[in-house]
């Protein structure tokens, strides 16, 4: 399984749409000593 994707999240050119709202990336945490898995802190974008 190629994982290069997480390598290339960030917090300056990504967002993340959940329940038709808009959040920004404020962090990315690898949440287990494979990262296998990662944990998003974002906040709402307000319009």
């Known amino acids: 399984m190629d994982r290069s994707w997480r390598k290339a999240i960030n917090t300056t ?3 993340v749409e959940f329940n038709g709202e ?3 990336i404020e962090g990315v945490d690898h949440m ?3 990262k296998k898995s990662i944990k998003l ?6 319009r």
Do not use: G, S
């Not at 802190?41 to 307000?46: G, I, M, S």
């Open 22 to 24: 808009l959040y920004n």
């Open 32 to 34: 287990n000593y494979k």
């Open 41 to 46: 802190k974002c906040w709402k974008v307000r």
């Open 13 to 15: 050119e990504y967002r």
